[in-house]
């Protein structure tokens, strides 16, 4: 799907702490499995039958679609869950691609299934370990280049500058969704999170 085209909804669990962004498919399941919209206008909640009674709609841009029914998609959805994650532990290539913007962390160069690699800044062969404040999007390029030299050595004898911040996706529920994306109605709850 055109990234530019993908809707997302606010999860939020039922003290309204917000716990993930989600696309269309995954907001649709929790819907089905009991979660309910909010209305960030007028503060009501809508269980699915009721969102599909009054949010019907025929027109094609923020809907689910269906043979019979096109369907507003929820900006905001709470789950009856009281839990708040603290976020996977899991180490995550596809979570460092997405943080870096598939972009190469030294030359800026767009990655492809062909060129994109992580690099450790530290290299393992030095005592660096696989974490996320540790590796970088890297091109194929770049990182033969660097090889097993750490970032602090190519800064200081070849000039190389870091592109991205060195953060845990984890710490950010936002981290897959493009900045065009994030909805003013979801600012309020994002502030919990922070």
Known sequence: MNVDKKKY????????YPLSVEGVKRTVKYFLDGAEAFCPVSYEK??????????????????????????????????QSTHIPSGSRR?????????DCYT????????????????????????????????I?????????KSDRSYEDMKKNYGWT????????DQNILYHVPASKVLKCWEPFLEKSS
């Not at 030359?107 to 062909?114: A, D, K, R, V, Y």
């Not at 999007?137 to 280049?145: E, G, L």
Request: net charge positive; with cysteine; charged share 25%.
């Open 9 to 16: 909804t606010l999860i939020l669990n039922r003290n309204f």
């Open 46 to 79: 809508f269980t699915f039958d009721q969102w599909v009674e009054k949010f019907t709609i025929k027109e094609e841009s923020m809907t689910i679609r269906s043979e019979k029914l096109w369907l507003k998609i929820p900006e905001i959805l709470i789950l």
């Open 91 to 99: 180490f995550s290539k596809k979570k460092v691609f997405v943080r």
């Open 104 to 135: 190469c962390g030294y030359c800026g160069s767009t990655l492809n299934s062909e060129t994109k690699t992580i690099d450790h800044v530290i290299p393992v062969s030095k005592g660096g370990k696989t974490k996320y404040n540790n590796v």
């Open 137 to 145: 999007s890297c091109c194929t390029k770049c990182n033969s280049i």
């Open 162 to 169: 870091m592109r991205h911040s060195l953060t845990n996706p």
